[in-house]
Nanobody, 124 residues
Framework: QVQLVESGGGLVQAGGSLRLSCAAS????????MGWFRQAPGEGRDFVAV????????IYADSVKGRFTISRDTAKNTVYLQMASLKPEDTAVYYC?????????????????WGQGTQVTVSS
């Protein structure tokens, strides 16, 4: 089992920046990809970005491309989401997740382990 703990959320004005972190523990090296997803009130859980653990390949949702950057530190078993030029519509709870089988996917149902989430609120 993999345990994931997100941090770094908070309240920021539109145009501002935040960096989210997700630290993994437990059965480390048991995942192939780590992803970030977000869920706004009353909405489903949406894909944000994903990174492959071995090669660092990335995919982004169109809504965040050019503003968000996903990265990982394999020595620390941590994935980051650097968010810039934030907009009110980025307001959501942000979750990280791991996928234990090969293949990169945007579907949240394909991810095995999830963190508890961290709230990001962007004021206009």
């Amino acid at each position: 089992q993999v345990q994931l703990v997100e941090s770094g959320g908070g309240l920021v004005q539109a145009g501002g920046s935040l960096r989210l972190s997700c630290a993994a523990s437990g059965r480390t090296f048991s995942w192939y990809t780590m992803g970030w997803f977000r869920q706004a009130p009353g909405e489903g859980r949406d894909f944000v970005a994903v990174i492959t653990w071995n090669y660092g390949s990335t995919i982004y949702a169109d809504s965040v491309k050019g503003r968000f950057t996903i990265s990982r530190d394999t020595a620390k078993n941590t994935v980051y989401l650097q968010m810039a030029s934030l907009k009110p519509e980025d307001t959501a709870v942000y979750y990280c997740a791991t996928r234990s089988v090969p293949g990169i996917t945007r579907s949240p149902t394909s991810y095995d382990s999830w963190g508890q989430g961290t709230q990001v609120t962007v004021s206009s």
